[in-house]
Every structure is written in C-alpha cells, then in structure tokens.
C-alpha cells in the first residue's frame, strides 16, 4: 500500500482509518409529537439494538456530531442518551477509541449452578485469578453455615472471575477439609462445582440470599469500581444429597455486568 507522504519532514505517514459508526446500518428515528423525551427514545433503541445483537460487543457508536445530525437531534440530546446507556453500563467511553458497546449482562437464573458454568452458556469466555487457596479456622459464621466446629480448619479459596479480560466477580468459598484435593491449577481452569462433581459429590441444594451494598475501597478496585459503587451480594451454602454441607460462598458482582432472574408463579 502507498503511505501518502508528509512534505514537510520527508517521510511516509499512514492516514489514520476512520471511525467505524455500527449505528449506520440502524433504522434509528425519534417521533418528536411524542411526550417521551427525545433522548429516551434514542436510548431505548439503541438498548434495544444491543439487545438483539444488532450492535455486537466491542462495535463503535461513531461521532456524536456525526450521529446527531444524522438525527436531526441536538448534541446535548444525542450524549444525554449515550450517557444513559453508559451509566446502564451497556457502553463505555474509551480515550483515544470512542464510545463502546460492552459485552452483554449475565443474567443468572436463581437454580442451583456455578458461574462459571453460566458465563459458559452465555458465551463469555470465563477466566479465573484464584487469590487465596488455604487451610484456615473457621469464623463463626462460616462454621454455622458447614455445620462444624468455630475454629475447626476449613479450606478458604479466593477468586476474581473474569469475562473478555474484565472483572465480574469476586468468590469467597470455604469448604470443610477432607472432601477433595482443591489444586489451584485445576480451580483457574474450570469451575468450583465442576470440580466437586468429579470427585463424585453430588449436589442436591442449596440455601441463598442475595441483597447489595457499597463497595470498599479494596473492593472497587479489585472490580475496577470507584469505591461506594454499588454491588451485587450472594452468600450460598450447598448440600449434597446427604444433606451434608459442603461449601459455603460469599460472593460481590458487578451489577452492570450480572444480573439475577427470578421466575415467579401465582400460588394456586
């Protein structure tokens, strides 16, 4: 390929490519006698095209000038939607890049199944940091939960779970000794309950709460979060199918990255 040359310093330099806008090929349009405002409607379609797949993670929205009077909209209206879409956590902004489209939530059915089984399914490509493997006295709240001793030893593994290179996760599992080798290796390679399952402890059930809190400081930064953002919390203890209890997890979630679904029913 032919460098066009720079005349001033005598050297060949590449033209850099132009912004690639993925909403070009979008039917977008706002219906201005509406009383919906404006910038809503245009967030609502472009959440929507993200939704269908028709803006894939990773594409470029283009330039908000460009976008606006594509629009006919105004600037202020065209970022205000963007900026929605960005606090969803659905886009990013990135220097030197532009605005993102993100790689899609996880939602998580409330049945009994690991998390890296389920980032699997939504096809998110899993990887695991294992942080802490080691044998330590239980605390009292973890000891109620396996139904053992306060102080007796407890295996405490550590994870940050990662999808596309970013943090979603962080798992705090403990498990009574004895059940199987917990090798690091195999917990940074596969998941938790698939490791359990192949040393042939079946898994029955599982007692769960879920709630939300601030991130600390540590916290935010281990899930590349400003501290005081806010998380997703899940504490689970697991039965097998002698009802015994074999482990017991504490786990935070980026909400703009995970989600739970609950399927509710009408008691007869």
Known sequence: ?????????????????PEVDSTASLELGV???SPVPLYFQLSQQLEAAIERGALTPGSLLGNEIELAARLGLSRPTVRQAIQSLVDKGLLVRRRGVGTQVVHSQVKRPLELS???????????RPATEVLANVL??????????????????????????????EPMAHLCNYLPTGLFDLDSGQLAATGLYRMMRAAGITLHSARQSIGARAATAEEGERLDEPPGAPLLTM???TFDDTGRAVEYGTHTYRPSRYSFEFQLLVRG
Do not use: F, W
């Open 136 to 165: 330590e006295p239980a605390p009292a709240q973890v000891a109620a939960a396996l139904q053992i001793a306060e102080g007796a030893q407890v295996h405490r593994i550590e994870r940050l779970r990662l999808t596309h290179g």
């Open 31 to 33: 219906d201005r006698s």
């Open 235 to 237: 504490q689970r203890t």
């Open 114 to 124: 690991s998390l890296y089984d389920d980032l699997e399914a939504a096809g998110q």
């Open 1 to 17: 390929m032919q460098l066009p040359v720079n005349k001033c310093h005598g050297y060949a330099r590449a033209v850099p490519k």
